[in-house]
């Protein structure tokens, strides 16, 4: 939303100064402003509009000065009027009141205009560039002005053509009403004016906007940050700046195409453009059109040929077609970069989804859908990664199996849910009492597993035990035939070079010996040999 359409709230008593914030008013955000401008003073705009003013009036005596020399009055390019179009991209109609006082110093002091008539064509420089905003502003794409074509056309239509439309209408009905300008003379005074007020705004506008940071400037992705890299585009740069510049201070040959041939300044600036930056390309711009007109004017340069009918035009189709091939190229390679960067950004989100999904059904064929350990297939595979690595460290590592006792019983006196109840009981006591890196999973049925890296015989005989008598404190919602749940538990330790399936059988026959016994007891494998230590 533009700051005119915010701003056109406020009530009608306060118009005089809407263009401040009020004192002790919080200020309302502009997502249009940079960073530097947001939630401002008063005193800052104030400040502002006097930058502004000074601006506006040290560039438009510089410029009148300039071309009354060569006998060019008005000037055929008035570049102040960039600075009235940045002026309102940057505040709005905050900033009009800098545009008006500079306008009006300088149409009385450079153009030496009664003060009624430097009043009238003030007040249609100040409005010219804020309806032109105003325009461009609801035209333009959310992305930025420079990325999309869409926003360049709404600059063009907008800040450079409704904005010069304004200016020049405005200008000539003051010059025909106040100023004594003949009636026949207004369409030519009216031509000239709207084409004056176009150009310096195409010329000087978007430089402007993106050293100010106004609007985002179109990445390069891919541009070399080497000293070498930064020595070739620094070269290419100024030796195209140089380049021009020699061309338009020095007398042509007649018979050396110079006019057309200089219009090839427009393939190192679209260089510039993709290779640096479109600040970069449009900032040499500007300054070719400034060494452009002048030495047209003072007679030098490729378009003062023989046969040149206005050497101001071709310089100014020179700027045109150079602005409009940068600008134009910048927008739709800057489409086309965004597009591929979101496809591959969605590409991208595309693989990540599949990766988790992937994790997800991994977890899911790996964990126990009912106590949410692992069951066998997860618990196999990551035993046996966790005894591989423990090979050749020296370190013990046991594995202990164990079974619930009459586990058959509960079911038939709770069903199978009353079961499931006790299976997860189990799981959680369990894990109560094992260590973060203990390995903890269910073989099948209620036969569950434990893999315990680092513990010698002794830790794990305890820590069986521990276990043991932890299951018997289990009390779930119903009477458990023998009173209390009862394990038989078999642990083995691994042998030198021994596998996993070695170590589980040699754990489940230890666990089947306590079983013969009469369950509800830990008993330790038989080692035949000599057990890892």
Request: glycine content about 12%; aromatic content about 8%; some cysteine.
């Amino acid at each position: 939303m533009s700051s005119t359409m915010q701003e056109s709230v406020a009530p009608k008593a306060a118009m005089g100064l809407s263009w401040l914030p009020r004192r002790g008013a919080q200020p309302r955000p502009e997502p249009w402003l940079p960073g530097w401008c947001q939630r401002r003073s008063a005193s800052f705009w104030v400040m502002m509009n006097l930058s502004v003013a000074l601006a506006y009036l040290g560039l438009g005596c510089a410029v009148g000065y300039f071309f009354s020399v060569f006998g060019l009055f008005p000037a055929p390019i008035w570049l102040p009027s960039g600075i009235a179009a940045t002026a309102c991209m940057l505040g709005g109609r905050r900033l009009v009141p800098g545009i008006f006082l500079g306008s009006f110093v300088v149409n009385a002091l450079v153009f030496g205009a009664a003060p009624g008539v430097a009043a009238a064509v003030s007040v249609g420089n100040a409005l010219g560039p804020l309806a032109g905003v105003m325009l461009m502003r609801r035209l333009r794409p959310e992305t930025g002005l420079f990325t999309r074509f869409s926003g360049v056309m709404a600059f063009i239509l907008g800040a450079v053509l409704l904005h010069a439309l304004v200016t020049a209408t405005i200008g000539t009905l003051a010059l025909l009403l106040l100023g004594g300008l003949p009636w026949h003379s207004g369409s030519a005074a009216w031509g000239a004016w709207l084409l004056c007020d176009a150009g310096g705004t195409f010329y000087f506008t978007p430089s402007l906007v993106l050293w100010l940071g106004l609007e985002r400037m179109p990445p390069v992705p891919g541009r070399g940050t080497g000293s070498r890299m930064l020595l070739l585009d620094g070269a290419v740069w100024l030796a195209t700046a140089g380049l021009a510049a020699l061309v338009f201070s020095v007398e042509m040959p007649q018979r050396l195409p110079s006019a057309q041939l200089v219009f090839l300044l427009a393939v190192p600036l679209s260089w510039i453009a993709l290779r640096i930056s479109l600040r970069a390309a449009y900032t040499l711009l500007t300054f070719i059109c400034v060494i452009a007109s002048a030495g047209t004017v003072m007679g030098l340069g490729p378009f003062q040929s023989p046969g040149a009918v206005n050497p101001m035009q071709s310089a100014g189709m020179l700027i045109v077609l150079c602005g409009m091939n940068i600008l134009t190229l910048m927008a739709v390679v800057s489409e086309r970069r965004e597009a591929e960067w979101a496809l591959a950004e969605a590409n991208q989100s595309l693989e990540h989804r599949v990766a988790e999904r992937t994790e997800q059904l991994r977890r899911q064929a790996e964990t126990d859908s009912l106590t949410g350990i692992a069951n066998r297939r997860g618990f196999l595979d990551r035993a046996e990664a966790a005894l591989a690595a423990g090979r050749g460290t020296g370190q013990p590592f046991a594995l202990v199996t164990f079974d619930l006792d009459h586990f058959k019983s509960i079911n038939d006196c709770a069903g199978h849910a009353g079961g499931d109840a006790v299976l997860r009981l189990v799981t959680q006591r369990c894990q109560s009492l094992l260590r973060g890196h203990d390995l903890f999973g269910r073989l099948g049925g209620e036969e569950f597993a434990i893999v315990l890296p680092g513990l010698g015989r002794a830790e794990a005989l305890a820590l069986a035990e521990r276990l043991r008598q932890a299951l018997r404190g289990i009390r779930p919602d119903f009477t458990l035939p023998g009173g209390h749940l009862a394990a038989s538990f078999g642990v083995a330790l691994r042998r030198p070079g021994e596998g996993l399936g070695s170590l589980l059988l040699r754990a489940d026959s230890a666990l089947y010996i306590a079983k013969r016994a009469g369950r509800d007891q830990v008993r330790e494998a038989v080692e035949e040999g000599p057990a890892a230590a």
